[in-house]
């Protein structure tokens, strides 16, 4: 199994980042999948799920700015994130969902910051 994230970067205040993550050695369209995030010193968390049937899921403090969405033919999940603050400056990682069971990957870094 591996996940492979790519797509982070710096970016200024209010701007737009896509992240994708490709998976392989998994049975992908069968599984949840989700984003979370670790900013330095602090716990991850969650910023989206989406579930094998394409139902998804955002945190109150999510809703609005990120779109989370799957491409099953290609193996991969994206995750659109708009109106970026420094705040959402992390490294951002794709596991399985709700439950993270999968190993984890590398991870893509975000930098918000002028």
């Known amino acids: 199994v591996r996940l492979v994230e790519s797509g982070g970067g710096l970016v200024q205040p209010g701007g737009s980042l896509t992240l994708s993550c490709v998976a392989s050695g998994i049975t992908f369209s069968r599984n949840g999948l989700g984003w979370s995030r670790q900013a330095p010193g602090k716990e991850r968390e969650l910023v989206a799920g989406i579930a094998a049937d394409g139902q998804t899921h955002y945190p109150t403090a999510m809703k609005g700015r990120v779109t989370i969405s799957r491409d099953n033919a290609k193996n991969t999940l994206y995750l659109q994130m708009n109106s970026l603050k420094p705040e959402d400056t992390a490294v951002y990682y794709c596991?399985?969902?709700?439950?993270?069971?999968?190993?984890w990957g590398q991870g893509t870094q975000v930098t918000v910051s002028t």
């Open positions: 596991n399985s969902y709700p439950v993270w069971y999968l190993p």
